[in-house]
C-alpha cells in the first residue's frame, strides 16, 4: 500500500499517518521526523535547515527529495509506505519518482485547523502527537510511553501558523490538482476524533479502486 497524505498543518496527517502505517504493516514517512533527526543528530543539512525553520523557511526542494528517495529505498518501504508531507509542493511532486496507489487530501476548516496546532505538543523521542484538550498525555507534559517530557515543535509557534496556512492553501494544493489529474484525489473530512477520520479513509479505500499509478 503506497499513500500519499496531503492536506494543511492539523489535519492529522501524522496520526493518520501512524495508523495507517501500522495497520497496512508499512513505514510512515514523514518529512517531517526525517527533518528532526537530522537537526537533532547535527547533521549539516540538519543544520541547514534549522536555520530555515528558525526564519520561518523550509527545507529546500532538492534536499527533501533526496532524503526522502533515500528513505523509500530502504527494505522496509518495498512492500509500501505511508508519505506524510511530502511531496509539499508542485515541483516535488513533478520530481518525485515512485508508485502511488492513492492520495487523500485531509480537508479541515482554517479555525480548526489552528485549535489544532496551538494545543499540540509533541515527543521529541517517539514522535507521539498530543493535543491539550483533545489527546492529553495521562501526566501533563509528559509522554505516555517513555516519560520524555513534550516539547513544541518550532514551525507550531502562533507568529509562525498564518505564515503556514498561507502557505499551505497556496503550495500545496496545487500538489493535490497534480494527483487529481494524474490518479485517484480523494477528499476526506478530516473533523473529528482521529478513530472516525481513519474510518472514513479506509472507507474511501475500500471504495476507491487503486489507481497503482507511477511517477
Ligand atoms: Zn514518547
Not at 175 to 196: M, P, R, S
Amino acid at each position: 500500500m503506497r499513500i500519499v497524505l496531503l492536506g494543511p498543518p492539523g489535519a492529522g496527517k501524522g496520526t493518520q499517518g501512524k495508523i495507517l502505517a501500522e495497520k497496512f504493516g508499512v513505514p510512515h514517512v514523514a518529512t517531517g521526523d526525517i527533518i528532526r533527526e537530522h537537526i537533532a543528530k547535527r547533521t549539516e543539512f540538519g543544520c541547514k535547515v534549522e536555520a530555515a525553520i528558525a526564519a520561518g523557511n523550509f527545507a529546500s526542494d532538492e534536499d527533501i527529495n533526496y532524503w526522502v528517495s533515500r528513505r523509500l529505498s530502504e527494505p522496509d518501504a518495498l512492500s509500501g509506505y505511508i508519505l506524510d508531507g511530502f511531496p509539499r509542493v508542485l515541483t516535488q511532486a513533478k520530481a518525485f519518482r515512485g508508485t502511488v496507489d492513492a492520495v487523500f487530501w485531509l480537508d479541515l476548516p482554517e479555525l480548526s485547523a489552528m485549535e489544532r496546532i496551538a494545543g499540540r505538543w509533541v515527543c521529541p523521542q517517539c514522535s507521539t502527537v498530543y493535543h491539550l484538550t483533545h489527546c492529553a498525555p495521562r501526566i501533563t507534559g509528559v509522554c505516555d510511553w517513555d516519560s520524555v517530557h513534550l516539547v513544541k515543535r518550532p514551525e507550531d509557534a502562533l507568529d509562525k501558523m498564518r505564515f503556514r496556512l498561507d502557505y499551505n492553501r497556496s503550495q500545496m494544493w496545487p500538489v493535490a490538482e497534480h494527483y487529481a489529474a494524474l490518479t485517484a484525489l480523494v477528499i476526506i473530512d478530516a473533523e473529528g476524533a482521529a478513530e472516525v477520520v481513519t474510518e472514513r479513509i479506509l472507507h474511501a479505500l475500500l471504495a476507491t479502486p487503486l489507481a497503482k499509478t507511477d511517477f
